[in-house]
């Protein structure tokens, strides 16, 4: 059975990112992003790629540290605390695992250029309003040698600023994924605004020529790369999602401190006592989800599946309560955009959006569980 308990490494990884965290990515830098119109901070990832956090699941043979997934479910964790804005879970995370499932000399070189900061990539899959990358109907025509990619993917997150685009298209038989540089003729971005100002993007795809060299695993059969690269993502994203209610949770906790009504603390009224309590709760029980989920994605990622989309369910139900709670025990000053616990919220609902929301994730877990 997995451990679910952080071993020493995980836990100094843990400190050493906070550590830099609160320096360098407080939310008062997202908000200052926000009022400038930001949506990347390539200071951040520069600094993040130096200590070594972009080659997390990069193997050592190409310049990483191959630390695994718990370990970057660590990292994304810590991040999720502070909403710092960095592509980790789109490179390091996604990217790097889709690579990881291709043994070729470009996959390795590509692994080495996201370990050396050199590379940014964006997942390129959504077309709707909900995630369903079996349903894809983006088109990669056949033409001579190569293919030519029609289409638009929407809410792509990093897609804004990203070096290369990991993209699903239809080809003959099934389903194709194709790795290419965003600059590429018949490529064209168009920046999206979200509540949670972080770089997203519409991407449109007219007439672009792919290559065999393009392809990422085998034509027609995108999912043997894709599936574990998503299910990496999902889960890092989970974490991010259960920092962030740690976040909340312990901003919320602060406040029941210091402010006094009847000329006590609010905090020491049992009902508010109560519903932090089982706030508590809720946050510990899916730190554990998702520890469990990271280690599955180490030990047996062909079964991981069912552990990943737990822990994702779980987030986005966890990281929903903190920050409605948060508002909630704030009274007034909660609502406003002076106060943080906005930025919170915003990012709570886009992240409960991406790769899956809630829904399609307890499905899968109901399925599992024979349903």
């Excluded at 929903?320 to 616990?341: K, L, N, P, S, W």
Aim: glycine share 12%; proline share 2%; net charge negative.
């Amino acid at each position: 059975m997995a451990k679910l308990v952080r071993t020493d490494e995980e836990a100094l990884l843990a400190e050493a990112a906070r550590g830099f965290l609160d320096g360098a990515a407080p939310v008062s830098r997202l908000r200052n992003m926000r009022d400038s119109g930001e949506t990347a901070d390539p200071g951040l990832w520069k600094a993040m790629v130096e200590m070594g956090w972009a080659g997390i699941l990069v193997p050592e043979a190409a310049g990483g540290s191959d630390m695994g997934h718990a370990a970057a479910c660590v990292l994304a964790g810590e991040m999720g605390k502070t909403l710092a804005s960095s592509p980790f879970i789109s490179t390091a995370v996604i990217a790097a695992t889709a690579l990881r499932q291709v043994s070729d000399r470009r996959a390795t070189e590509a692994l080495g250029r996201i370990a050396a900061g050199q590379a940014t990539y964006a997942l390129a899959v959504d077309e709707g309003a909900k995630f369903d990358p079996a349903n894809t109907r983006m088109e990669a025509r056949a033409d001579g040698n190569g293919f030519r990619l029609n289409g638009e993917k929407r809410f792509v997150v990093d897609g804004g600023n990203a070096d290369r685009l990991l993209v699903l298209a239809r080809t003959g038989n099934g389903l194709t994924l194709f790795d290419i540089p965003s600059g590429r003729e018949g490529v064209s971005r168009e920046r999206r605004a979200t509540i949670d100002s972080r770089d997203t993007a519409d991407i449109r795809f007219d007439e672009v020529v792919a290559t065999g060299e393009d392809v990422l695993g085998q034509v027609d059969d995108a999912m043997t790369v894709l599936k574990p690269a998503l299910e990496a993502g999902q889960a890092a994203l989970a974490a991010e999602m259960a920092g962030l209610a740690a976040g909340a949770f312990g901003m919320t906790v602060e406040y029941l401190k210091e402010r006094k009504q009847f000329g006590v603390p609010i905090g020491a009224f049992q009902a508010l006592q109560h519903r932090a309590a089982h706030l508590w709760c809720e946050c510990e029980v899916t730190a554990s989800a998702i520890m469990h989920a990271g280690r599955m994605l180490d030990d047996d990622p062909g079964n991981a599946s069912l552990a990943v989309s737990l822990a994702k369910a779980r987030a986005t139900d966890t990281a929903q309560r903190a920050v409605q709670e948060g508002v909630q025990m704030h009274g007034g000053i909660g609502m406003t955009d002076a106060f943080d616990m906005g930025f919170y919220m915003k990012r709570a609902r886009v992240a409960a959006e991406w790769l899956g929301d809630y829904g399609y994730h307890a499905n899968i877990v109901a399925q599992a569980r024979g349903f």
